[in-house]
């Protein structure tokens, strides 16, 4: 008989972070803020977002942030980002955050969520994007 709740896998490829949770990032009980986890999540989009535009973009919306389970002290927590979409000036990009156990092997998704970028130039006005091609190595990475 199948397990009717198979464990999820980590989406393919490298993660676009991968750090290490520690004391300062955590409450009193030793769990991770969601604001931390959060912030690593948009540093992963822009990474995503400033390697597809070639150059600045300023995140503009999250949407869908979902919290499955708690991040602990020590925990490797990997972050991986992908383009959904593109516009004119703006970028979707699909986040999700997993975590292992410092001693352990056993992964599982903590948060997903889906960011919202616009390129802008110098002046911080929005600017063209490179349109979207299944041959962009950051194309629909994970699938929020």
Excluded at 69 to 79: A, C, R
């Amino acid at each position: 008989m199948s397990d009717p709740n198979p464990p999820e896998l980590p989406p393919v490829g490298e993660p676009a972070i991968r750090i290490t949770a520690m004391p300062a990032d955590a409450n009193p009980s030793g769990d991770i803020f969601g604001g931390w986890l959060m912030a690593q999540m948009d540093m992963a989009a822009g990474i995503i977002a400033a390697r597809h535009c070639h150059g600045r973009a300023a995140t503009i919306a999250v949407e869908g942030m979902k919290f499955h389970h708690p991040v602990h002290i020590g925990d490797e927590v990997s972050v991986y980002a992908g383009l959904a979409s593109v516009g004119r000036t703006s970028m979707v990009i699909n986040v999700e955050a997993w975590r292992r156990a410092r001693t352990g092997d056993e992964r599982e998704r903590v948060t997903q969520a889906r960011f919202f970028f616009v390129a802008i130039d110098e002046d911080r006005r929005p600017r063209h994007v490179p349109p979207l091609t299944e041959a962009d190595p950051s194309y629909a990475t994970p699938n929020v």
